[in-house]
Structure formats: structure tokens, C-alpha cells
């Protein structure tokens, strides 16, 4: 290490003993190097202890190589499951991935694309907590929409309409009538669809829909969604199912299910969403519908650095894509087939 003086990259190539244009592409992940040059380069690069000023050179080159993944809740398992799969498409093309986190705010999601484009990143994926995003066309910044769609921006999303009805065209199949459906915010665009999915299957199935069926909490909170689905059963009386709209509200009806001695599927059966890792040992494993969702951090880390890849190439009107990404039931043990009981 040179002691005293500021390392360079000219003095990491005199060190590894290359020119300064093969450190830099080295450093930028580029390819045409020997493994051999490389190797020695790096070493270099540790002996030294050089630090590259990434900050300045974005700001010199108008490149960053930064991306940001914003999510509306940070605690959520399968926001971790997209990054997962948004880092390591970004990663092999030599981008940074940074998380931030909105909380369901729609406020502090605006603060965080204003921040992030005065700091020069080079685009964005999001989920957004809003339903308005008017203010995204006057960013001009690359940004990809992921879990839940909105006007004016490319999106890797699914089906919500689909996922509620085939959930609750399950449930009917196998002799639920009384199908209570337990929702999110309404704000959110996808629970929305949902319900519209559910109360659909069973209009289309000769069930009346019924107000009193429908539960919506817009927290996203542990104990919350455990209290409430404690209240929704002791007044609403067991249901023949339930249907949660995300894994934090399944969760929340096997604790209310368990504390008032209530068998699942004998006495009631529930239908989740969301296929995690954990569903299968819970008690009783947990039928619901699973969204591929490191396919779609994947898909629409590939899809943003195409947009910033051909960014300033494109004249007239921009036309927007909406990738929808295909869901499937995982049948477990949560919901009892209750004609072929009437069967027998």
C-alpha cells in the first residue's frame, strides 16, 4: 500500500504490470482479459487497497450502474424472493442492486425516486403503494413496475383476477358455500382485482355475494391480522372456508383458528396465496396459489436494463408492455372435499 499518497488506477496498472484501459475493464466487469490478467489485477487492487470514486465517474460518464428495488414492505418474504431474482440478473451485468423500503406509503415512495434520481441511479423496479402514479412521466428515468401494475410504465405482474376466481372456483368445487374471503387495502390494486375474482366465481357458481363475507384489513401486521381474524370468526360464526388474499392473512387465520379450537379443514378449510417455503409445515400444509416470484424480479431486472440500454434511441410515442407472468394452485391439506364426504 502506498502510504501517504491517494492510490490510482494508474498505480494499480503499473502494479499488475497492464495498461490503465484493461484495470478499468476489469473493474467494469468487462470481458477480453485473460483470467491470468485478471488474477493479477485484483491482486493489485488489494495490495493496494484501491478504492475506485464510483460516484465520480457516474457522474462524469452519466452512468451509475446502479439500480433500485423499492418494495412496500420490507418484512414480506416474497419481496425478498424478487430481489433475490432482480440481483442476479443485475449483478451479471455488472449493476449494483440497492432495497428501499416504502411501508405502504405513498409519500416516502416519492421521496425515494426523487432521492434516488438526484443520486444518478440508472433505473428503478418498484411495487408501487399507490394507485396514482401521474408524477412517474415527469421523472425520465427507466423504471419497471413488479407485483402490482400502473399506467404509463412497463410491468412483470400476474393475474389477480384469475388468482381470486380460480381460489375461490376451488373451494366451491369441493362444497363450500359459505366462503368468507379475507382482504388487504383496497387502495392496492392487486387485493382489489382479487376480491373481484372471488366475488365473480361465485356469482358464476349461483352463490350470492355477500357483504358480510368480505374482511378487509390494511395492515400488514402479525398481531393485527391475528385479532382480526379471531373477531371475524366469534362474529361472523365458522365459515366452510376462507380465503386470504397474501400469506400475512393466512397466517393470521391459522392463530385464530388454533386459539378457538378450530380444525383445519375439518371444521373449516383455508385457501391461501402465496406458495413460500414455509406453507408446507404449517399444521395442516397450506393449499394455495403460487406466483413464480423470483421469475418476476428476473424478468423485470432483464426488462429495465433493455429500456436503459436503448434509452435516447426512441422517437415519437412510447408503448408500454404488461408481462403477466402464469399462477398455479399447490394442492396441500388446508381444505377438506366435502362432496365426497356427502358422497358416501
Known sequence: MLVGKKV????????AGVSVSTVSRVLNNGTYVTEEKRRRIMDAVAQLDFRPNYFAKSLKAGVSKIIALIVPNINN????????????????????LILCNTDEDPSLELEHIVQLKSRNVDGIIFATARSDTHYIDELNIPMVAVMRSTMGINAVTVDNFKIGYSATEYLIKRGHRKIFIFNGDSHISSFRVRTDGYRQAMEDNGIPAQKAYEFSAPSEDADTLFRLS???IE????????????????????????????RIPEDMSVMGVDDLIFNEFLHPPLT?????????????????????????????????????????????????????????
Open 230 to 232: 379471531v373477531e371475524m
Open 8 to 15: 490510482s488506477i494508474k498505480d494499480v496498472a503499473s502494479l
Open 288 to 344: 394455495t396459489v403460487s406466483q413464480p416470484f423470483y421469475e418476476m424480479g428476473t424478468k423485470a431486472a432483464e426488462i429495465l436494463l433493455s429500456q436503459i440500454s436503448e434509452q435516447g434511441k426512441q422517437s415519437g410515442p412510447q408503448s408500454f408492455m404488461q408481462i403477466i407472468m402464469p399462477t398455479s394452485i399447490i394442492e396441500r391439506d388446508s381444505v377438506a372435499d366435502k362432496t365426497a364426504a356427502a358422497e358416501v
Open 235 to 262: 362474529n361472523c360464526g365458522v365459515p366452510d372456508a376462507i380465503f386470504c388474499v397474501n400469506w400475512f392473512r393466512t397466517i393470521g387465520v391459522y392463530g385464530a383458528a388454533k386459539k378457538l379450537g378450530i
Open 77 to 96: 418474504p416474497v419481496y425478498a424472493l424478487i430481489a433475490q431474482g432482480a440481483e442476479s440478473v443485475t449483478r451479471s451485468q455488472g449493476y449494483n
